[in-house]
């Protein structure tokens, strides 16, 4: 369903009452009785996931499965999956600048990215009732799969020139992918940069945010938005290289304190997060993150109406549908 998502930043804004938008997508695996690997490998399940999730919840939006294999996968990574989690990237496939030299940027349908931008089509055709937003992972985080995690924050000191030039590939894929995801009726990306979260402000301004910017500027418009989710530990001390990247949503993670984060975003941009998906959503009780909720949102929401209350990150597959449930009833409560 196309609509004006900056007007809907607005009216999220100056709504009295907002709804919760937790990244809610794979716990949706247990009402379905799929494996997670079934999942992700089938645009028609992974359609049909989003889709209960919006009907089963009152959430501000609906968003898909955050696999931030996918892309990797896309380049050649190697991918293990797993039962009751999220896929993982195995080793690297770049090691030296002759690897990167030789990189080739697929297109969009490679691997399981054609599938991806399918089970969005699907899913859009499926929820009418509020935005459909996509997945993709962020270019400094994608880049880092490609080299290694482990490698990729020396790379930047030792071999920076490797760096930009696998930068400068995904960000050409990130940039047609975003848009297949446009054309196929998203509302807009969630895009994960949380590899970026554990660089210093210096590094996050040179390797992450100017090819968040180059994304932003190539896909924005009036329809159709990006929205930047880290949820790493650095992100207040590189928050002014996040806020300027052109985004107008932000989301971070648990491990920043939101009382810190949300002072400095715009007051015409939103700001969501950021219960805690391990301690709360999936190994918490419904007392202790009703709790937890309602703490948050007293805190904020008097204070900042750009604030969104939502989930820190992706939220487990195995979190009790018990815990989701008192989220969003803490949410309730607290406007009642």
Not at 121 to 137: H, L, N, S, Y
């Amino acid at each position: 369903m196309k609509m004006n998502m900056m007007n809907w930043i607005k009216d999220t804004i100056a709504a009295p009452k907002k709804k919760a938008m937790p990244v809610l997508s794979f716990p949706s695996t247990q009402k379905m009785g799929v494996t997670i690997p079934e999942l992700v490998k089938s645009a028609d399940l992974q359609a049909e996931g989003i889709a209960f999730v919006a009907k089963h919840t009152d959430a501000a939006a609906a968003v898909s499965y955050m696999d931030l294999s996918v892309e990797a996968e896309a380049f050649g990574s190697e991918i293990q999956f797993y039962e009751d989690e999220v896929p993982a990237v195995i080793g690297c496939i770049i090691e030296e600048m002759e690897d990167a030299e030789a990189l080739e940027v697929p297109e969009v349908g490679a691997a399981r990215t054609g599938l991806c931008v399918e089970a969005i089509k699907k899913a859009c055709e499926m929820i009418t009732d509020r935005p459909v937003f996509a997945g993709v992972i962020g270019p400094f985080s994608l880049a880092g799969r490609l080299l290694d995690v482990s490698e990729a924050m020396y790379y930047c000191y030792d071999e920076p020139e490797m760096v930009t030039l696998t930068l400068d590939k995904v960000t050409e894929f990130l940039i047609k992918y975003c848009n297949a995801f446009k054309e196929a009726g998203a509302n807009g990306v969630v895009i994960a940069e949380p590899l970026a979260g554990l660089l210093d402000a210096e590094l996050a301004g040179e390797f992450s945010a100017p090819y968040m910017k180059k994304i932003v500027d190539a896909v924005q418009t009036d329809e159709f938005i990006v929205i930047y989710h880290n949820c790493g530990s650095s992100t207040v001390a590189t928050i002014d290289t996040i806020i300027n990247n052109g985004c107008k949503v932000f989301h971070f993670g648990n491990a920043v304190d939101m009382r810190d984060i949300v002072p400095l975003i715009p007051s015409d941009c939103l700001v969501m997060g950021n219960i805690d998906p391990s301690s709360q959503f999936r190994n918490g009780t419904p007392e202790s993150i009703y709790k937890a909720t309602t703490e948050l949102m007293s805190d904020l929401c008097p204070k900042y109406p750009n604030f969104v209350i939502s989930s820190g990150c992706d939220i487990p597959a195995l979190s009790p549908w018990e815990n989701i449930d008192s989220f969003f009833k803490a949410v309730e409560d607290y406007y009642a």
